[in-house]
T-cell receptor, first 113, second 110 residues
Framework: NAGVTQTPKFQVLKTGQSMTLQCAQDMNHEYMSWYRQDPGMGLRLIHYSVGAGITDQGEVPNGYNVSRSTTEDFPLRLLSAAPSQTSVYFC????????????FGPGTRLLVL | EDQVTQSPEALRLQEGESSSLNCSYTVSGLRGLFWYRQDPGKGPEFLFT???AGEEKEKERLKATLTKKESFLHITAPKPEDSATYLCAVRSYNTDKLIFGTGTRLQVFP
């Protein structure tokens, strides 16, 4: 199993540009989530999904969109990038939302100029 | 409001010098406490899950313990390869979402 994969590894955007961060998992996990990690702050939840067709907002959802059309994929879309969205983004998955351990991808480093 | 506080922020140890990392938490009903290891430029790697006070888990030189207010990650005779940032997270019955601490950056020198 490849586990949780993310693309791209690194991206530079200009303010106002849009882009999609890709996340895929091959473990048949129902629960998937997106976090951002900033210096001096813990990982913060952006959006999550408990299964295909179901998504919900996390702690910091503004400026981001998600969709979940398949169990395997959970892309994160930045509609109009802002410098405040410069961060490292991690995708995670688990069998369910409950007690299950979440497994993280390698991350996407995003720089918005 | 659910909160997680980790201390110290950074810890420098000599190889073989045992120590402990602390994770204090406030949650409305603990559903689970998680420890992760994160190497620079990589995603968090799962270490342990603890569910109830008194529970302990071990893996190589690491041992995690849990009380009703805090968790400790004990590192016995650390080696330079144990150098990493260690993250603590909790999930409560109230929000059912993972709340992360800011981590402890551990450096072990030979």
């Amino acid at each position: 199993n490849a586990g949780v994969t993310q693309t791209p590894k690194f991206q530079v955007l200009k303010t106002g540009q849009s882009m999609t961060l890709q996340c895929a998992q091959d473990m048949n996990h129902e629960y998937m989530s997106w976090y951002r990690q900033d210096p001096g702050m813990g990982l913060r939840l952006i959006h999550y999904s408990v299964g295909a067709g179901i998504t919900d907002q996390g702690e910091v959802p503004n400026g981001y969109n998600v969709s979940r059309s398949t169990t395997e994929d959970f892309p994160l879309r930045l509609l109009s990038a802002a410098p405040s969205q410069t961060s490292v983004y991690f995708c995670a998955s688990s069998y369910s939302q409950g007690k299950e351990t979440q497994y993280f991808g390698p991350g996407t480093r995003l720089l918005v100029l | 409001e659910d909160q997680v506080t980790q201390s110290p922020e950074a810890l420098r140890l000599q190889e073989g010098e045992s120590s402990s990392l602390n994770c204090s938490y406030t949650v409305s009903g603990l559903r689970g406490l998680f420890w992760y290891r994160q190497d620079p430029g990589k995603g968090p790697e799962f270490l342990f899950t603890l569910y109830s006070a008194g529970e302990e888990k071990e893996k190589e030189r690491l041992k995690a313990t849990l009380t009703k207010k805090e968790s400790f990650l004990h590192i016995t005779a650390p080696k330079p390869e144990d150098s990493a940032t260690y993250l603590c997270a909790v999930r409560s019955y109230n929000t059912d979402k993972l709340i992360f601490g800011t981590g402890t950056r551990l450096q072990v020198f030979p």
